[in-house]
């Protein structure tokens, strides 16, 4: 049977020096009351020995632990990968760690993740949550804990933690307008269009310019599906084949607007002659349908690296939360 390195400890380091683990941990950390000279041959025995400090324990020392939490719905999504990708390197350029856990869409993983993060002792969490206030008990707890949040991409209603996100809105009226403007009226939206903020603004943001341009808005072109290919598949073959004449989509995110396009190829239609695609996200997973479709470029990267500046800015400010605002970063409408 293999027999395994047991990991040295400030007992072994202080065996060594013939002192107290006491003496070993305050001249690892550089305290006054440690001779320089006990300092240096105490890190000198550590490093022999291959000494790893234990971060968790250090923390509850120190109270901090220098790592940022990241919560995700998704990691098939490259918006999410991209913006995870900005948080990772800004985090690191000032000295913090990232963590990062999915939730998929589900409030008690959700629930669980957010508890984990509390345990090792995160000293703040980058939000992109479920929605819906089912977990609000558990953002509460965790801010009187004092864990800093701060939410990106979706904002959650009535806690007051700043955001980074885009318009939603705006993008999606600006999505819709670019579409009309290519001579389409019949034009579905796709995707949730309650609970979740984003998905309820980009609704609004879709009406809105349907309105400004004299088109009536037509409940019998809002196809309400779950966040994923299969059920967007599925809707959206059911209702091909009621016969309903279509010639825009607008989607709330990239795996659905695969699943439909998909659906819209195999009954023999023509992307973009004969449905024009417009989506959220600037999504890898779109391009595998090897049509042409409009995307709204969200920067993702922007918003990971502007969310850990604005988490840290809470966790090293001196002065009230209240001088730091929300950030709103811009978007753009891209033809693919």
């Known amino acids: 049977m293999k027999k395994y390195r047991k990991k040295v400890t400030l007992k072994d380091i202080a065996a060594t020096l013939d002192v107290t683990t006491a003496t070993v941990s305050k001249a690892l950390r550089n305290s006054n009351d440690i001779s320089f000279e006990m300092k240096e041959k105490t890190k000198k025995i550590a490093k022999e ?29 490259s918006f999410f990968s991209e913006a995870v990708r900005g948080m990772y390197e800004e985090a690191n350029r000032k000295g913090y760690e990232i963590i990062l856990m999915v939730h998929d869409e589900k409030r008690e993983k959700e629930k669980e993740k957010l508890e984990f993060l509390s345990d090792i002792h995160v000293d703040g969490i980058l939000l992109d949550a479920v929605g819906g ?29 700043k955001s980074v996100t885009i318009d939603d809105k705006k993008a999606s009226y600006h999505l819709t307008k670019k579409m009309i403007s290519q001579g389409r009226e019949n034009i579905v939206f796709l995707g949730p269009n309650t609970g979740i ?31 994923n290919y299969h059920d967007s598949y599925k809707k959206m073959n059911s209702f091909l084949e009621k016969g309903i004449k279509i010639d825009g989509l607008v989607s709330v995110g990239g795996l659905i607007t695969y699943g439909a396009g998909k659906a819209i190829l195999d ?13 959220f996200g600037d999504n890898d997973i779109v391009n595998r349908l090897g049509v042409p479709f409009y995307t709204v470029n969200q920067n993702p990267y922007k918003i990971g690296r502007a969310a850990v ?13 209240d001088h730091l605002l929300d950030i709103v970063i811009e978007s753009e409408v891209l033809e693919r």
């Open 197 to 227: 903020p984003v998905a309820m603004d980009r609704f609004e943001g879709y009406k809105t310019a349907l309105k400004e341009h004299g088109i009536s808005f037509n409940h019998s072109l809002v196809i309400q599906t779950f966040r």
């Open 133 to 161: 206030k089912g977990n609000y008990s558990v953002f509460k707890k965790l801010t009187e804990e004092g864990i800093k949040f701060v939410c990106w991409d979706r904002k959650l209603d009535d806690l007051e933690y």
């Open 309 to 321: 500046d604005l988490l840290i800015s809470q966790l090293e400010s001196k002065c009230k939360e």
């Open 49 to 77: 020995l291959g000494y790893r400090p234990n971060i968790l324990a250090r923390s509850l020392i120190g109270n901090s632990s220098k790592i940022l939490g990241v919560l995700i719905p998704d990691l098939r999504i």
């Open 267 to 279: 009954h023999n239609l023509s992307i973009p002659e004969d449905i024009l695609l417009g989506e």
